[in-house]
Every structure is written in structure tokens, then in C-alpha cells.
């Protein structure tokens, strides 16, 4: 397996990005892990689809620990990022009283294979993972197969996105983080497009959910809330995040947005927005729920 997936993006050259990611989510993502952990026997098994840099993971292995041990499957199609997850989580778990075994499985989250390459799981994880597959609703069918009777499958797409900006930065137009938004959902439109045998998803996850045979299907939300001045951690972060938008986007951005952006991204310029004190990190996950009964 290489470093692209079925969306053809380079996750490797993201890794950094996406540890920093993972910092300035652990509080958000520990309170998601000790909620879906609460609802599992201790001794249960989760796997994680799409681990990515093990963040999440992490938190739920630490959950499980403290609700009697347990098991954590990852699973991810790029070998970088598993071996990364993997380290990260036995690096998080380091110490005595250790009652959560680890293990990582290369798999792909679109391949039918993947329910006899993992064992039935009291808890699926699967974050952001599905809408990059060719057919999401198959997608959520196969991860369905992966559950145990009375399992949980718990997809974390949707929410209401990332604000980390002020409305008007003193250089181009007011509201750029908004068009930069809108400019990143017209290049995600367009490469769900060209994935070859791409179907759109016309129903929301929940609604994926029940098509997909699951019941007690429900849906929470949590926030990630950084005000300023944020931590350079944060900042880093900021910074980074808005490059990947910038590059993304550029093909839907106008000239003066673009000219703007990089005025902004440079740490030479005196408008740098890493050197801004008004920074703020603000984030909204949606996670949605269905049981296998």
C-alpha cells in the first residue's frame, strides 16, 4: 500500500500536521472516549478505522484502562501512519498496570476483506474516514459487519467546522476565513468527483446509520474551544491548518485572496497571522451513533 488513498492525497506529508491536531484535541477527544467507553463492558474491543497519528486512539485506550482493560485495534491503509498511531499509543499507555493490548492492522476501510483482517468489535471508531471512500454508504455497511452483537458503531463526520480568525485581518477583504471554508468544499466536491466509481451520499449519517441495519441511532457533538491568546502549540497549529486550506483551495480562491493569504503565511511579513495575538481555535465534531442488536 502507498501513502495515497482513495482520494489520492499524501497523508505522510501530513503527519505533522496531524499530531498537532491531536494536542490540541486530547481534552475534547478524552471526554468523547470516556462517554463511548461508558457504554462498553470492560474487556471490550474497539477498533479504530483511519487511526491517522492516534490521537483519538490514544484516549480511547487510556478509557479503556480505567473501565477494566481491554483491547484497541488500529487500523489505517498508509504504513507511516499506522507505525505512527502505534507508537503513540504504547508511548501513552507506558507504565504499570497495563490491562489494554494494542495492536495495528494494515488494511484499507474500502476493501471487503477488512471484517476477517480484525475481530468483532464492541466498538467501532471511524473519524472523517467514510466520505473519503468511493461509496460512503457501503462503507458504513462494511464497518457495520465489523460489530459484535451490541456493538457501536460511532462515525465522527459532520459538525459545524473551524473558525480561528477574526472577520477582518487588515489585509484583502473581510471574511476570508469564510470563502477559504467554501473554497475547501468546492475542492472536496471536486475530488469526490473524480474518484473513479464515486456515489454521493444524498442522506445524512444518521440516516446511514439505520440504512446500514443499526438501531439506537443518535448523534452527539463537542467542542474544541481554544480562545485567545492561544498557546504556540495552538498557534503552530493555526498556522499549519491554514496552509493546508490555502493549498487546497487556491484553484477556488480569487487573485486578491490568494495574494492576501500569502502575505499572511509569511513569517517575513509584518501581517503574519502566527504572529497575531487574536488567534483562536474553535471547532465543532459531530459523532453519530448506531448499535447492532
Same mark, same amino acid.
Given at each position: 500500500?502507498?501513502?495515497?488513498?482513495?482520494?489520492?492525497?499524501?497523508?505522510?506529508?501530513?503527519?505533522?500536521?496531524?499530531?498537532? !491536531?491531536?494536542?490540541?484535541?486530547? =481534552?475534547?477527544?478524552?471526554?468523547?472516549?470516556?462517554?463511548?467507553?461508558?457504554? #462498553?463492558?470492560?474487556?471490550?474491543?474497539?477498533?479504530?478505522?483511519?487511526?491517522?497519528?492516534?490521537?483519538?486512539?490514544?484516549?480511547?485506550?487510556?478509557?479503556?484502562?480505567?473501565?477494566?482493560?481491554?483491547?484497541?485495534?488500529?487500523?489505517? @491503509?498508509?504504513?507511516?501512519?499506522?507505525?505512527? /498511531?502505534? =507508537?503513540?499509543?504504547?508511548?501513552?499507555?507506558?507504565?504499570?498496570?497495563?490491562?489494554?493490548?494494542?495492536?495495528?492492522?494494515? @488494511?484499507?476501510? @474500502?476493501?471487503?476483506?477488512?471484517?476477517?483482517?480484525?475481530?468483532?468489535?464492541?466498538?467501532?471508531?471511524?473519524?472523517?474516514?467514510?466520505?473519503?471512500?468511493?461509496?460512503?454508504?457501503?462503507?458504513?455497511?462494511?464497518?457495520?459487519? %465489523? #460489530?459484535?452483537?451490541?456493538?457501536?458503531? /460511532?462515525?465522527?463526520?459532520?459538525?459545524? +467546522?473551524?473558525?480561528?480568525?477574526?472577520?477582518?485581518?487588515?489585509?484583502?477583504?473581510?471574511?476570508?476565513?469564510?470563502? %477559504?471554508?467554501?473554497?475547501?468544499?468546492?475542492?472536496?466536491?471536486?475530488?469526490?468527483?473524480?474518484?473513479?466509481?464515486?456515489?454521493?451520499?444524498?442522506?445524512?449519517?444518521?440516516?446511514?446509520?439505520?440504512?446500514?441495519?443499526?438501531?439506537?441511532?443518535?448523534?452527539?457533538?463537542?467542542?474544541?474551544?481554544?480562545?485567545?491568546?492561544?498557546?504556540?502549540?495552538?498557534?503552530?497549529?493555526?498556522? +499549519?491548518? #491554514?496552509?493546508? %486550506?490555502?493549498?487546497?483551495?487556491?484553484?477556488?480562491?480569487?487573485?486578491?485572496?490568494?495574494?492576501?493569504?500569502?502575505?499572511?503565511?509569511?513569517?517575513?511579513?509584518?501581517?503574519?497571522?502566527?504572529?497575531?495575538?487574536?488567534?483562536?481555535?474553535?471547532? !465543532?465534531?459531530?459523532?453519530?451513533?448506531?448499535?447492532?442488536?
Amino acid at each position: 500500500m502507498s501513502s495515497h488513498t482513495h482520494d489520492d492525497y499524501d497523508w505522510v506529508s501530513r503527519l505533522s500536521d496531524l499530531r498537532r !491536531s491531536d494536542e490540541i484535541r486530547a =481534552e475534547a477527544h478524552r471526554t468523547a472516549a470516556d462517554r463511548l467507553v461508558a457504554m #462498553l463492558a470492560p474487556g471490550a474491543t474497539i477498533v479504530d478505522i483511519g487511526s491517522g497519528a492516534g490521537g483519538m486512539a490514544a484516549q480511547l485506550a487510556l478509557a479503556l484502562r480505567a473501565h477494566g482493560g481491554g483491547r484497541v485495534i488500529l487500523v489505517d @491503509a498508509v504504513p507511516e501512519l499506522l507505525d505512527a /498511531a502505534g =507508537e503513540h499509543v504504547r508511548a501513552t499507555l507506558a507504565g504499570p498496570g497495563e490491562t489494554v493490548k494494542v495492536d495495528s492492522v494494515l @488494511a484499507d476501510a @474500502a476493501s471487503d476483506t477488512l471484517p476477517d483482517q480484525v475481530p468483532a468489535a464492541d466498538l467501532v471508531w471511524a473519524s472523517f474516514v467514510v466520505h473519503h471512500l468511493r461509496d460512503q454508504q457501503e462503507g458504513v455497511n462494511r464497518l457495520a459487519r %465489523l #460489530l459484535a452483537p451490541g456493538g457501536w458503531l /460511532a462515525l465522527a463526520e459532520g459538525g459545524l +467546522g473551524t473558525q480561528c480568525l477574526p472577520w477582518d485581518l487588515g489585509v484583502g477583504e473581510p471574511g476570508l476565513i469564510d470563502r %477559504l471554508q467554501a473554497a475547501r468544499k468546492a475542492w472536496f466536491a471536486k475530488m469526490r468527483a473524480d474518484m473513479p466509481g464515486s456515489i454521493r451520499l444524498t442522506v445524512g449519517w444518521t440516516r446511514s446509520l439505520t440504512d446500514a441495519g443499526l438501531s439506537d441511532v443518535t448523534s452527539f457533538s463537542y467542542l474544541v474551544d481554544h480562545p485567545a491568546p492561544v498557546s504556540d502549540d495552538v498557534r503552530t497549529a493555526v498556522v +499549519g491548518w #491554514l496552509g493546508f %486550506l490555502a493549498h487546497v483551495s487556491e484553484d477556488w480562491l480569487p487573485e486578491d485572496d490568494r495574494i492576501a493569504l500569502t502575505r499572511l503565511l509569511d513569517p517575513a511579513d509584518p501581517v503574519f497571522i502566527g504572529a497575531r495575538d487574536d488567534l483562536f481555535y474553535l471547532a !465543532s465534531d459531530t459523532v453519530n451513533l448506531g448499535r447492532r442488536t
